[in-house]
């Protein structure tokens, strides 16, 4: 198999590293736009490493980064994928199904794609309706919505949490007591 082949198949798969379903069907929900300054694909190891200024975009989620490596291996499991972002910071956003952004920032994202297991490491932020957490490390079991934060062992911070007040929806109307 020529060069040229074998990378634009390894390209294929690190596109498809959202949904497995991405180039099955092509449809924009589906669609997996990465922009970079620089892609190479490691194609002994099945790594595809994004440089500069990286940004994908797969439906309602987005991951901004300095660097990303997407690693596709057996190993990995069912989707095979584990995304590795690192930045100042590294940036991952997804749109809930309530409706909500979870936003979380770190030195360092580790998204797995098929345990919805988002790790993220080195001054860790992460925040969603209303809630911050910060710590030094963050383990977000998305599937079953469990957050678990640490503060370093050298570190003398411990983890916090800041609870946003809920703001009124200026287009409805105060609820008043009836006389």
């Known amino acids: 198999m020529s060069n040229k082949l074998t990378y634009s198949l390894i390209l294929l798969c690190t596109l498809s590293a959202f949904h497995p379903a991405a180039y099955a069907e092509n449809t924009a929900?589906?669609?997996v736009i990465i922009s970079s300054g620089t892609q190479l694909a490691q194609l002994q190891t099945n790594i595809g490493v994004f440089e500069e200024n990286v940004?994908?975009?797969?439906g309602d989620r987005k991951i901004l980064a300095d660097r990303?490596?997407?690693?596709?291996?057996?190993?990995?499991?069912?989707n095979k994928q584990l995304l590795?972002?690192?930045?100042?910071?590294?940036?991952?956003q997804e749109r809930q199904t309530d409706g909500t952004l979870l936003?979380?920032?770190?030195?360092e994202v580790r998204y797995?794609?098929?345990?919805?297991?988002?790790?993220?490491?080195?001054?860790?932020e992460i925040s969603q309706a209303?809630?911050?957490?910060?710590?030094q490390t963050i383990v977000y079991d998305m599937e079953k919505k469990l957050i678990s934060a640490q503060?370093?062992?050298?570190?003398?911070?411990?983890?916090?949490t800041i609870l946003l007040p809920e703001k009124e929806n200026p287009q409805q109307p105060q609820e008043k007591g009836n006389p």
């Open 29 to 31: 929900a589906d669609q």
């Open 55 to 58: 940004e994908i975009i797969h």
């Open 68 to 78: 990303l490596e997407v690693h596709r291996r057996e190993e990995l499991g069912k």
């Open 84 to 92: 590795v972002a690192t930045g100042s910071p590294a940036v991952f």
């Open 103 to 107: 936003k979380a920032t770190a030195k």
């Open 112 to 124: 797995d794609v098929a345990n919805r297991m988002l790790t993220i490491k080195g001054g860790a």
């Open 130 to 135: 209303g809630q911050k957490i910060s710590a």
């Open 151 to 160: 503060r370093g062992e050298q570190e003398q911070n411990r983890v916090r």
